[in-house]
């Protein structure tokens, strides 16, 4: 059970020498998943050794450019790549109607089948859901249509307490699965041994938010309530709150209020604007707020364990 | 009269760390042009600091990805950057369709008027034509349709034979002009002195050629006659031309030969398979066929004055 984010890019608006717009890579129970895929976020895939072939799921938050326009160039690359494995899209409504014509009108050579999920609620919904993690949407509030993601880990079994199993010399091994699956246990004497006695609790399940972009949106609040991990978009300082309102964006301090207001464990910030030459300040200002803040930055590595 | 040639990008097929595919940025008799727009592009004209703002046209050779992918993104970002000028576009059929898809369903905030120039012909037509340069499509042979394009700067008026001119009191400055464009002149005293008294033939015309994507195509080399500046692809070596001709592109020799053909002055190689790891053989290779064989490599500037 373990969450490892690696930020691919976290600039705003437009590719720059050292400004990668936004991806994600997301390590988590085992699935590996890509959140936004800006322009050149195959080549940031590349500098940063993240393997394109464990990918089956992509999470695109919304259709603007910088979220979206290194998509169809990932997908080409994995066609000559050889894949055959089905890949699933999750995105806004015509994110499939765009990438087939594109895929026709470059006779492209991508065999492998693509399974789009076109998102189109204004209110979360579950749109993943297997033996791994549960994944649901955060309707964020942008110019465009636009969903956050939450990604949760699915619990785990519970764990055996040998020491207190080793009282009971009429258990068998062959019980302990039934223990794990939460069972009591009928001993020959007729005496039942309550599960919560034999068994650990599991490790909690890990959560991750991913939230861009968008305007500040309290009533996300309680869908973040105690994640162990939280990216919120910080396209601007506090002193530029008006230029966020009008382009649906946050400032530092709205994120670290979201962060401090949910009781999350981590925020990382990003979405920098690109007017801010210097980004440090950003972690300044929200950890006036809220102080487990950090910085996105291409290619650092978030874990928790 | 120059030509100053930067390459973005020189790398076939597919983005990696330090592989950017096919773009070039040309500037010849004052006019600014992009050729091809790989995923990227836009990032490395930062990278190497070409101004966005100078370019009215940009001349996209055929519809696979690592020729195009980039010139989405780069629109867009003219947009955020204000631009109100018409840009004119030359590529294949689609582009037009394609383009105004994404700017839609992205909501653009473009302002600026794109000029599509569609092209279907097979045979090398003229699609340029003003008081600095002709431009012409050169059809190559590809999987797809593709042309390549060829730059040809336009005749500057003569240069005065101040000189000989001198030997004539009676030529007044008044008829410079005149004399600029090709007259004869009439003295008082009824005698015809002839133009080429006069003046000085001027700088012969630069030509560039651009060449990428084909298959070895022998019967392009009487539009490549005695340029000044040739970029033909060259995908493989020559230890590779089965997979060449399978995959219709080019191999080293077969580029040299090309230009060696055409008698050109230079020649640039590029789109490099990323199956080689050191690109130096493209150049020995080549110049064992054709000496002024050179690298394209990104950041690399080919001048010709």
Redesign the interface.
Same mark, same amino acid.
């Given at each position: 059970m373990s969450i490892r984010l690696t930020i691919l890019g976290c600039h705003s608006?437009?590719?720059?020498?050292k400004a990668?717009p936004t991806s994600q890579y997301l390590e988590i129970n085992n699935h590996h998943f890509l959140i936004d895929c800006g322009? *050149?976020t @195959?080549?940031q895939m590349?500098?940063y050794k993240v393997g394109f072939s464990k990918i089956n799921h992509i999470f695109i938050s919304h259709?603007? *450019?910088d979220h979206f326009? *290194?998509l169809? *160039?990932l997908i080409?690359?994995l066609g000559?790549l050889g894949r055959e494995r089905e890949l699933h899209i999750f995105g806004p409504k015509?994110i499939k109607?765009?990438t087939l014509? @594109?895929l026709k009108?470059? @006779?492209?050579h991508a065999k492998f089948p693509i399974q789009f999920h076109e998102l189109s609620s204004k209110e979360s919904e579950v749109i993943l859901d297997d033996d791994k993690v549960t994944v649901k949407t955060i309707p964020l509030k942008h110019?465009?249509y636009t969903n956050g993601y939450l990604f949760i880990e699915k619990e785990k079994p519970k764990n055996l307490h040998i020491d207190n199993i080793k009282n009971y010399p009429e258990i068998d091994r062959a019980d302990y699965l039934n223990i794990k699956a939460g069972k009591d246990i009928l001993l020959p004497s007729g005496e039942v041994v309550p599960n919560s006695e034999l068994t650990l609790p599991p490790k909690k399940p890990l959560r991750f938010a991913f939230c861009s972009d968008t305007a500040y949106k309290p009533n996300i609040v309680p869908l973040l309530r105690d994640v162990d991990l939280l990216y919120h978009e910080a396209t601007f300082l506090d002193d530029r709150k008006d230029l966020a309102k009008k382009t649906m964006h946050a400032t530092t301090k709205q994120a670290a209020t979201i962060a401090k207001d949910a009781n999350v464990k981590q925020l990382i910030l990003g979405h920098y604007s690109g007017r801010y030459k210097d980004i440090s300040e950003f972690k300044e200002e929200a950890q006036s707020v809220f102080t487990n803040s950090h910085l996105a930055e291409p290619g650092k590595v978030f874990t928790v364990l």
């Open positions: 608006a437009t590719p720059r020498a990668y322009e *050149g @195959q080549r590349r500098k259709l603007h *450019g326009f *290194g169809i *160039g080409s690359t000559l015509d109607k765009m014509m @594109q009108i470059t @006779q492209s110019r465009i």
